[in-house]
Nanobody, 126 residues
Framework: QVQLVESGGGLVQAGASLRLSCAAS????????MAWFRQAPGKEREFVAA???????YYADSVKGRCTISRVNAKNTVYLQMNSLKPEDTAVYYC????????????????????WGQGTQVTVSS
């Protein structure tokens, strides 16, 4: 079983930066696709960013140019650097992992991931 623990959320003002971290268990972290999703009150969980096993990255249009997802396999950790934060970025941010070897579904879909973290709150004030 894989466990994911997010950290780094908090309350910031618009225009500020924040770096979220997700620490994962498992000996095969380097083979996992990792992603960040977010969910605001009253809204569905939405895709933010993903990174595959080879380092390829994918971003939602709403965060392109402002967010960077990265991973350090030696630390079993994935990061989400968020810059120029906006009030609409306010949400609970969740880390997710796709651990199945050879999986080829869309990394944009919540259904693609088999493990999820507990979430970390990001609040951006005006």
């Amino acid at each position: 079983q894989v466990q994911l623990v997010e950290s780094g959320g908090g309350l910031v003002q618009a225009g500020a930066s924040l770096r979220l971290s997700c620490a994962a268990s498992g000996r095969s972290f380097s083979t996992y696709a990792m992603a960040w999703f977010r969910q605001a009150p009253g809204k569905e969980r939405e895709f933010v960013a993903a990174i595959n096993w080879s380092g390829g990255t994918y971003y939602a249009d709403s965060v392109k140019g402002r967010c960077t997802i990265s991973r350090v396999n030696a630390k079993n950790t994935v990061y989400l650097q968020m810059n120029s934060l906006k009030p609409e970025d306010t949400a609970v941010y969740y880390c997710a992992a796709r651990t199945k070897f050879g999986a080829s579904g869309s990394l944009y879909s919540t259904y693609e991931y088999d493990y999820w973290g507990q979430g970390t709150q990001v609040t951006v004030s005006s």
